[in-house]
């Protein structure tokens, strides 16, 4: 059975940092991705970014890239996503997939979730 399993996430303050993290388990051989996504009442679910088990590839949407860092750790199967310099438009739901192809950004191409974090910046 496949498991994603986040933790981190709160309240953090404009310009401020926050990381996230995601423990997989039972991941099938052949899903090499782990991307992260988000979510507001107002927008569909938005890609954020993604990295690749195999190489450690990372692939970011434009809207995060130079603030948020996707690593891992592959001796726990964990992938972080490293926020910085955060906005009030970063508030979300924010949500780890696993999938198979690298890097797609569309939710539907993606088999497992995680139960997913709220991140609130404030200003």
């Known amino acids: 059975q496949v498991q994603l399993v986040q933790s981190g996430g709160g309240l953090v303050q404009a310009g401020g940092s926050l990381t996230l993290s995601c423990a997989v388990s039972g991941r099938p051989f052949d899903t090499d991705c782990t991307a992260w996504f988000r979510q507001t009442p107002r927008k569909e679910r938005e890609f954020v970014g993604a990295i690749s088990r195999r190489f450690g590839s990372t692939y970011y949407a434009d809207s995060v890239k130079g603030r948020f860092t996707i690593a891992s750790d592959s001796a726990k199967d964990t992938v972080y996503l490293q926020m910085s310099r955060l906005e009030r438009e970063d508030t979300a739901i924010y949500y780890c997939?696993?999938?198979?192809?690298?890097?797609?950004?569309?939710?539907?191409?993606?088999?497992?979730w995680g139960q997913g974090t709220q991140v609130t910046v404030s200003s």
């Open positions: 997939a696993a999938g198979v192809t690298f890097p797609p950004v569309d939710p539907e191409d993606y088999d497992y």
